[in-house]
């Protein structure tokens, strides 16, 4: 089972290589968005450090949106979803793998250009650890969340709006406490609470919404 | 042995099929035949299990398919009417996904083997996007030549988009499979030449 669910990775991080404009435009969404507000707020060093944990942590949100449709619909429409359904490895697994995947490439780096977009804000530096920490625990979460929206609107037409409309409600905890995480270490408390809360929150996605998305799929696939 | 009972199916508001049951034993072949839109596709996902019949149901070896689920898949080679190819693979990738996901194991050179019995000697490492939609078919199908280890194949339309040679390949590999036991169920429009030692046809248009 091992070996299937390393060839299911290995197969989507070889596509998202062989289309790497679009994995770049998500993550460049996010570099761009994160510094509009720098430019268009001014040089205001309070206000911008006040800001700087939502506007980091909305952009990252939404650059996960962005890649979000793009997950099952070419799998779906070429049939090799089908053949995942019917694999001789459980769908739930495999799912998880997909997630994994997506999340290397559409996660892993806001993760870890945060630091950076940061200084723009004339974040602290004690500060940045905190902010890449508290979106390596968040980001997941909004991979897992996702994708059972993805897998919900699946082959629907404006599907698009449809799973903005109903994964973002779902993503308001996990901002509220990674944003918290930063405005907590900023005023001098511990970000600790913060972080326990976001990996709480990434056992229970991990432990629930694969099988939400495998019974999406199959439901898509009727 | 694959069973069905009083299987039916709807789209929408029409019954494609119902009251449908036969059984496919090792070694027989099952021709599903109809014209456009009679069902052929949805009997075939049903079978599957990849639809839920809106009556009846789908047995192997005597249980429900959609209470076996992964006992039954890992018995199960399935080609459907769409080739499961990805644009940004190559013809060997993709043989190589498709052999993991249906749990078989595959040395490099009996796949590579596989593609070139399909005419695609020398295309193995080209993106599927540059083949044309007959090879396209071919690299989906070459899958079967590593399938025997599956004894269950369900294909939806083998022939369609194919050039004579690679339909003999196609028919010679069915006709090995049942040789060796398996079993098959198939749709097409042609009058395909398989021996077989029993051949069961079935045709939707008069259900």
């Not at chain 1, 739930?92 to 950076?116: C, D, E, K, N, Q």
């Not at chain 1, 890449?132 to 897992?144: E, F, H, K, Y």
């Not at chain 2, 080739?83 to 996904?97: F, M, P, S």
């Amino acid at each position: 089972m091992t070996a299937i669910l390393r060839a299911v990775i290995h197969r989507d991080l070889i596509l998202a290589w062989r289309r790497r404009s679009d994995v770049a435009t998500a993550v460049l969404f996010f570099v761009i968005v994160a510094s509009l507000f720098p430019l268009g707020i001014g040089a205001e060093p309070n206000l911008l450090r006040a800001i700087a944990p939502g506007v980091i942590w909305v952009a990252a949100l939404l650059a996960c949106m962005l890649s979000l449709t793009r997950m099952f619909a070419s799998d779906h429409a070429d049939g090799t979803l089908d053949q995942m359904l019917i694999s001789s490895t459980p769908l739930g697994p495999i799912v998880v793998a997909r997630v994994f995947a997506h999340w290397l490439v559409s996660g892993l780096p806001l993760v870890v250009l945060s630091p950076i977009l940061a200084l723009q804000f004339d974040l602290d530096q004690s500060l940045l650890g905190v902010l890449a920490v508290s979106l390596l625990l968040g980001t997941p979460v909004l991979s897992l969340v996702g994708a059972v929206g993805a897998a919900l609107t699946l082959g629907l037409r404006g599907g698009g709006v449809l799973l903005a409309l109903l994964v973002l409600p779902l993503y308001v905890p996990v901002l509220i406490i990674g944003a918290g995480a930063l405005d907590a270490a900023a005023s001098g408390l511990s970000a600790l609470p913060y972080f326990l809360l976001l990996a709480a929150l990434l056992v229970l996605a991990g432990a629930f919404t694969p099988w939400a998305i495998a019974a999406a799929l199959r439901i898509s696939a009727e | 042995m694959l069973e069905t009972r009083d299987l039916a199916a709807t789209r929408g508001d029409t019954t494609l099929f119902s009251g449908l049951g036969f059984s496919v034993a090792p070694g027989a072949l099952l021709r599903v035949t109809g014209a456009n839109g009679s069902g052929k596709t949805s009997l075939l996902r049903a079978l599957c299990g990849l639809l839920m019949p809106s009556a009846g149901e789908v047995r192997w070896n005597g249980e429900n398919v959609r209470a076996l689920r992964e006992e039954y898949w890992k018995h199960l080679a399935y080609v459907g009417h769409a080739d499961a190819l990805k644009d940004d693979l190559t013809v060997e990738e993709n043989l190589t996904i498709a052999c993991a996901l249906a749990g078989l194991q595959v040395p490099a050179s009996r796949a590579g083997d596989a593609i070139a019995g399909f005419g695609l000697a020398g295309r193995e490492r080209l993106p599927a996007r540059a083949l044309s939609q007959g090879q396209r078919r071919r690299a989906a199908l070459a899958r079967l030549a590593v399938s025997e280890a599956l004894p269950l194949w369900i294909l939806d339309e083998p022939f369609a988009a194919l050039d004579t040679l690679a339909v003999e390949r196609v028919q010679s590999l069915v006709g090995e499979h049942l040789a060796r036991g398996g079993m098959v169920v198939l749709t097409t429009h042609q009058e395909a030449r398989i021996k077989a030692p029993t051949v069961t046809d079935i045709n939707l248009d008069r259900q």
